[in-house]
């Protein structure tokens, strides 16, 4: 089993879609193993978004992520952290395929509604970001020999 870290973004609260787009991780089968609402500060953002610092919109990204709060998700089931960012699709939301959250739900790559680990190790170095040890619950599934059978 991998866990791995959505972020529900500002553009998600304010369009709504928080339902949604949990609504569709846990049809797909994956547990929700941890989530709250929280505000980001720059610091933690700086942090986050460390490898776009030289991009000229890093301040914007980090503007937008700061304009309501956010809610953070841990997600688990195996192989999820390539499910889960499958499922987000690809970062612009004009590119992004119909049927992805981004694809069906977004027009830009600033407002595109979730952010995703991009691999299981950024999964835990993030998931120690937003959440304490105590925050991530580790309660059995009872539906996942509906879900995973021997494969
Ligand atoms: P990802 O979120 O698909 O993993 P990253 O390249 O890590 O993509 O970028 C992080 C976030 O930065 C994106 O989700 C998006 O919100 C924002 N971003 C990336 N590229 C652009 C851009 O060209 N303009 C504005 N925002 C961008």
Redesign the pocket.
Known sequence: MEKTLVILKPSCLQRGLVGEVTKRFEQKGLRLAGMKMCQLTDDVLSEH?A??AERP?FQ??KDAMMATPVIVCCFEGVGAVDVVRQMAGT?NGRKALPGTIRGDFSMS??E?IV?TS?SLENAAIELKRFFKDEEIFDYKSVSNAFIYASD
């Open positions: 978004y490898h776009l919109f914007l990204l970062t790559s600033q595109n952010h991009d």
